[in-house]
């Protein structure tokens, strides 16, 4: 409390006159301690991807027989799955693709639902209705349904369950993006860039497009935490990643067999896509508070994933 | 009431219309012979042959579209591939266990969620309310092919008090059923506190106040009884992924139901199962979204007129 009142008390000293000690720890008073936590977790996820094949301790496909199923000890921490494998090398290495998958797909349905919804929304008509019946149908597909057809006709392995996965990723940006282009498009600044003369295409990627990315970058942080569930329970099903290649979420399958003999198999792969999940929420949630302070539910972007 | 039923009804017909067509084209991509793959690669022509006059599949698509839209309409979904019984019929069967799942994962949900979100809105900024919201977040965080197993190890494995698969007894509803609505109870409670939120803060909870209503009642009796509808609104939107997360929670608990069939017919490349499983789901979804809509114009009639 006495730091505000100070500040408005003496009006002469301004930001750029404090010392960057005073700023930084201002804004880090203003940051929840969850955020930071999550930020920080999130960053040593990120590390751990990245960093994977020079900090496992074993090669993840390397099999030690004898130690099959052991628990965890100095030379395997988190235990030996039931081929002999070291958990934690599998674990780091499951980390490349659950966020590799996570921001990719992300990546690539917010790029195609962005631009095919501003276009929608600002050229209306046929365009417009086209795209919402389409919506309509695949909205028709609850949650993961869409995706498991789809991984099931086309071959379960890696690139297919990315496909998948953007089949039903782009529809929840295209919404979004059309619904900011509908209003934004009424707008002076459009109105004034087309009677310049500014072709749709350059209306859409110059004017509308910039305008709504607040919005989509929220729901992109959120969507990564989905992504990452859909795809882990995906490999679940056995319908991700095929073995031997190691994925958080057939690593759970395979420890779900050894619960009587191995918990440690189950209790790892879970604890990491938990984590990971529950970090990417926090900071979606923190974010979106902060660039929508208004905004009605902040956990919207988990409600088209959730009862996965 | 009556035009408005109507017309919401008549809009879900294109969509279904949707539905089927996407269904249909599933197993043309399938890449190379639907045929040849589900048999494998060690089939003789003949036998490949053989399914695919028995699947339809030489004949034009046109055809092969049409005989599929109107067989759908007489429920009649083709034969399985492995069962060698017609795919309603296999889905009859399975379908009450997974309704049964999804319903006692909905009342699940809301036992806990209301609660909860209670407490945190009556509370509002102090320690219950942060563990209420905590435990929300970490509710819709926790995967469910983690909270399955981990479950099952804790309360079936180390403690015998539920069984760890079958539906024999109504003891082994609980685990699945919580594995599958913890994530929608999570959501659900941090609805619940956000409506209650803007319900308190409206004249009419004032006025019940000023006239000397116990808190209690006014949280309960008022403010909670309006903030409902949005709140079982969304948990009615939500069913039909209740029915896909049941396709999860039914492959940890070996429960007998739709999403099991599913994955088992994923697994022996049944596709004419696939398509009746996928089309089932999707058409129950739409139709419990339709009632959903129809219940909240029902219960708030601004809706329809708006």
């Known amino acids: ?308 | 009431m009556k035009s408005y039923l109507l017309r919401r009804a008549f809009l879900i017909l294109p969509i279904l219309w949707g539905v089927l067509t996407l269904v249909f084209s599933l197993i043309h991509l399938i890449p190379g012979d639907p045929a040849q793959t589900m048999l494998g690669e060690s089939a003789s022509p003949v036998d490949v042959a053989a399914l695919r006059q028995r699947l339809g599949l030489e004949r034009p698509l046109t055809e092969q579209y049409a005989r599929f839209l109107s067989g759908a309409l007489r429920a009649d979904l083709g034969e399985s591939f492995r069962y060698e019984e017609p795919v309603a019929a296999l889905i009859a069967e399975r379908l009450p266990a997974t309704f049964a799942l999804a319903v006692a994962a909905m009342a699940l949900a809301l036992a806990l969620a209301l609660p909860a979100g209670l407490i945190a809105a009556a509370d509002r900024g102090g320690p219950f309310d942060l563990g209420a919201r905590l435990a929300a977040l970490a509710g819709v965080s926790i995967p469910s092919i983690w909270l399955g197993p981990m479950l099952i190890l804790l309360l079936a494995i180390r403690r015998d008090w539920f069984p760890v698969s079958g539906w024999e007894s109504p003891g082994a509803l609980v685990l699945p059923a919580l594995t599958l609505g913890l994530g929608l109870s999570g959501l659900t409670a941090r609805m619940a506190r956000g409506g209650l939120l803007e319900e308190i803060g409206r004249g009419y909870v004032l006025a019940a106040r000023a006239r000397g209503a116990a808190p209690a009642r006014v949280w309960v009796g008022h403010a909670l009884r309006n903030a409902l509808i949005p709140v079982v609104t969304v948990v009615g939107l939500q069913f039909g992924s209740l029915l896909t997360g049941a396709v999860i929670t039914e492959t940890i608990f070996s429960w007998p139901g739709l999403g099991r069939l599913l994955v088992q017919a994923i697994q022996y490349r049944d596709y004419p199962l696939v398509q009746g499983c996928v089309l089932t789901i999707a058409a129950v979804y739409v139709t419990v979204n339709l009632l959903t809509d129809l219940a909240y114009g029902w219960a708030d009639p601004r809706i329809r007129f708006s």
């Open chain 1, 1 to 308: 409390m006495a730091g505000p009142i100070r500040a408005s008390a003496s009006p002469e000293s301004a930001p750029a006159a404090r010392p960057a000690g005073a700023r930084l720890r201002r804004a880090l008073r203003r940051a929840a301690l969850c955020e930071l936590g999550s930020a920080a977790a999130l960053c040593l996820f990120a590390l751990a991807a990245v960093l994977a094949p020079w900090i496992a301790p074993h090669a993840p496909q390397a099999q030690d027989l004898p130690a099959r199923l052991s628990g965890p000890s100095a030379v395997h921490p988190l235990g030996v799955d039931e081929l002999g494998r070291d958990q934690l090398s599998r674990l780091l290495m499951g980390a490349r693709v659950a966020i590799g998958m996570g921001l990719g797909v992300v990546i690539l349905s917010a790029a195609i639902g962005t631009a095919v919804g501003a276009w929608a929304g600002l050229r209306g008509g046929w365009w417009d209705e086209g795209l919402m019946r389409c919506i309509d149908v695949l909205v028709a597909f609850p949650g993961l349904l869409l995706a498991i057809a789809l991984v099931a006709v086309l071959g379960p392995d890696l690139r297919n369950t990315f496909l998948a996965l953007c089949a039903i990723g782009w529809v929840g940006y295209a919404r979004l993006s059309r619904a900011q282009a509908l209003s934004l498009r009424e707008r002076e600044f459009v109105g004034a860039a087309r009677a310049c003369g500014a072709s749709p295409l350059r209306v859409v990627a110059r004017h509308l497009i910039p305008n709504l990315l607040g919005p989509v970058l929220v729901q992109a942080t959120l969507g990564v935490g989905g992504v990452v569930v859909a795809e882990a329970s995906l490999s679940f099903l056995g319908l991700g990643v095929q073995p031997p290649a190691a994925s958080w979420g057939s690593m759970l399958r395979s420890g779900s067999q050894h619960l009587l003999d191995a918990p440690w198999l189950a209790l790892f792969p879970g604890l990491a896509i938990a984590a990971l999940v529950l970090s990417l929420n926090f900071l979606g949630d923190a974010l979106g508070a902060r660039l929508d302070p208004g905004r009605p539910n902040a956990s919207r972007g988990l409600a088209s994933w959730s009862g996965i």
